[in-house]
């Protein structure tokens, strides 16, 4: 059973940097789609960065330049946050789609607050 292992999450200042981090646990096989998603309060979810296995890389407009998507060998994705800004706060979700199935982390909650 494909398990998805997030961390990474917590509070930092504006302008501060966080190194999220997730891994699809279980996975036999390559993942070939894994993506970062964020939902703040009152907000509807919406993808932040995403990446494939062959390394194509897609990010949000209001994150392009500041964050990086970036994945492992072992089935391991992260995203380098930098420049944080209060409107990043939110909850981190990691995503991926895997032999035809969806599946969804736990969620790791970034502050970003003076």
């Known amino acids: 059973q494909v398990e998805l292992v997030e961390s990474g999450g917590g509070l930092v200042q504006p302008g501060g940097s966080l190194r999220l981090s997730c891994t699809a646990s279980?996975?036999?096989?390559?993942?070939?789609?894994m993506a970062w998603f964020r939902q703040a309060a009152g907000k509807e979810r919406e993808l932040v960065a995403a990446?494939?296995?062959?390394?194509?890389t897609n990010y949000a407009d209001s994150v392009k330049g500041r964050f990086t998507i970036s994945n492992s060998n072992k089935n391991t994705m992260y995203l380098q946050m930098n420049n944080l800004e209060p409107e990043d706060t939110a909850v981190y979700y990691c995503?991926?789609?895997?032999?035809?199935?969806?599946?969804w982390g736990k969620g790791t909650l970034v502050t970003v607050s003076s």
């Open positions: 990446i494939t296995a062959g390394g194509v």
């Open positions: 279980g996975a036999a096989f390559t993942v070939n789609f």
């Open positions: 995503h991926i789609n895997y032999i035809r199935k969806n599946y």
